[in-house]
């Protein structure tokens, strides 16, 4: 039908003429929504954007415990949005610029109250790449969580730090904060002199003036916000270069210099272990941050440079290590799959002892099994509460069956492959996924790919999603 093409043609010119026409007429943007659904924590996070960059410039008195801040952040519009929301948890906001221009904006989220909500005063076209600048000040709060750990902004015997799992974040600056939205980052924090912000990330400069110090990190892989920080106290810093190590940047309170000064020497170590483990490290720098035991409840894996309470073992810097691959390289989807950060950091603990003259991942993964099945003292019966991949409540994504039962899944997909597949799956699923977010429907599809011949779905169903324990050892 050699005639209806021309037709064809014209019409299609008519149609794209009369649309462009309506542009900014008829065509109307929609408010993003305040969370991206995931599944624990619904409002973390929000829809219609695409965050790429984040410049933070902070400023901090510990004296005063106030925090002035100016966040820049570059996102992509995912549809035509005529606002978007920020999760912002206390602090005011003094102004919100959007494309260089003044935008209205306002706060709610009702009693969480985490939702900045933004309004451009020009719609932004899906997929235009826009800057927003927020500038706010405050206390900033401590946060406590569902399972009643505390996060968020922490006041430390001589200073700060900043917390983010899950939700943390939004306590010392505005973002999408929700682990599906990875970014990179420049962090720029200014302390009075003598103290010290350590964040993660490359120290890019130092500058004192007028009796203050301003420290610029750059972090130049994506990273998710509930594993950024800042510490500001005083430090021992040490610098260290290693050949076929990534450089190492420790920073520890000075009460805490003697305790740990040999587990940090393994640094390199751990990571040459990891490297053949896990694969190629996927960041430019690493190292720890060590505050005093009261500072902190917790270890947490933020990224380049570990937080820990007090000197670690070298279990708990081995587990710390293994997230930068298994949750800070790949990150869950959602809050749902966070087994996948610490069933795999469990394991990396296991292997470790298991090639350090310890128990075997065997012996650990039997005594689990048979000790802990026919035990019913709390702390074993705990293990088998809920399987992995469901936690029943946001409070319990960080309980044993977590740790201890996702770590026990890796075995018995060990047990099934062998060793030589097990670490092609190992370092396939961190290097298939690299940079990027995964969720367990897609480990198990991996897993399967990588071993076509084996029938996992015992395993899925009695380990992975399975109420209950599993059949007795
Ligand atoms: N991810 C930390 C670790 O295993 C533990 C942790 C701290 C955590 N806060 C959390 C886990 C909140 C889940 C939710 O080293
Ligand atoms: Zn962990």
């Not at 610490?342 to 991942?361: I, K, Q, V």
């Not at 809920?386 to 201890?404: M, T």
């Amino acid at each position: 039908m050699p005639r209806s093409v021309p037709v064809a043609r014209a019409v299609a010119v008519l149609l794209v003429l009369a649309l462009a026409a309506c542009d900014g007429e008829v065509r109307r943007g929609v408010a993003g929504a305040a969370g991206v659904r995931d599944p624990y924590f619904p409002k973390a996070g929000n829809g219609g954007y695409d965050v790429t960059h984040y410049g933070l410039t902070v400023g901090y008195d510990p004296e005063a415990r106030r925090l002035s801040g100016e966040a820049e952040i570059t996102a992509r519009a995912e549809r035509d949005l005529s606002a978007f929301n920020l999760d912002l948890k206390g602090m005011d906001v003094e102004s919100v610029e959007v494309a260089g221009e003044a935008a209205r904006f306002s706060r709610g989220g009702g009693q969480e109250g985490q939702e900045l909500t933004v309004r451009p005063r020009d719609d932004l076209d899906e997929g235009a790449v826009f800057t927003a600048v927020v500038r706010y000040s405050g206390s900033p709060e401590t946060i406590t969580d569902p399972d009643g750990s505390e996060e968020g902004w922490l006041r430390t015997a001589d200073g700060a730090l900043g917390l983010g799992e899950p939700t943390g974040s939004m306590a010392w600056f505005p973002g999408n904060h929700h682990p599906s939205d990875k970014a990179t980052y420049d962090i720029t924090v200014t302390v009075p002199e003598g103290l010290r912000a350590v964040s993660n990330g490359e120290l890019r400069s130092e500058v004192t003036k007028r009796g203050r110090t301003s420290f610029a990190w750059h972090v130049g892989e994506p990273m998710a916000s509930y594993v950024a920080t800042v510490a500001v106290g005083e430090y021992e810093v040490r610098r260290s270069k290693g050949e076929g190590v990534p450089p190492v940047y420790t920073a520890v309170d000075p009460s805490q210099v003697k305790e740990s000064r040999s587990v940090l020497a393994r640094i390199p170590e751990v990571m040459k272990w990891a490297e053949l483990n896990f694969g190629p490290y996927p960041f430019s720098s690493v190292g720890a941050i060590v505050e005093r035991e009261d500072d902190a409840g917790y270890a947490l894996e933020t990224q380049n440079r570990p937080v820990f309470p007090g000197a670690p073992s070298v279990e708990l810097l081995v587990h710390e290590l293994a997230h930068q691959w298994y949750g800070n390289s790949v990150t869950p989807k959602t809050w749902r799959d966070m087994w996948l950060n610490e069933g795999f950091a469990t394991y990396a603990e296991w292997l470790w002892a298991e090639d350090h003259g310890g128990d075997s991942a065997q012996d650990v993964f039997d005594a689990l099994y048979r000790d802990a099945y026919y035990d019913t003292r709390e702390a074993s019966d705990a293990v088998w509460a809920f399987p992995p991949a469901k936690p029943p409540s946001a409070a319990r994504i960080s309980d044993s069956p977590v740790y201890q039962r996702g770590g026990m899944v890796l075995h018995k997909i060990r047990q099934s492959v062998g060793d030589d597949t097990f670490y092609d799956i190992v370092q396939g699923w961190a290097a298939a996924h690299r940079h990027g977010n995964a969720d367990t429907a897609d480990f198990t599809a991996y897993v399967e790919k990588k071993a076509p011949g084996v029938d996992f779905s015992g395993i899925w169903k009695d380990w992975l999603y399975g109420d209950g324990k599993p059949d007795r050892p």
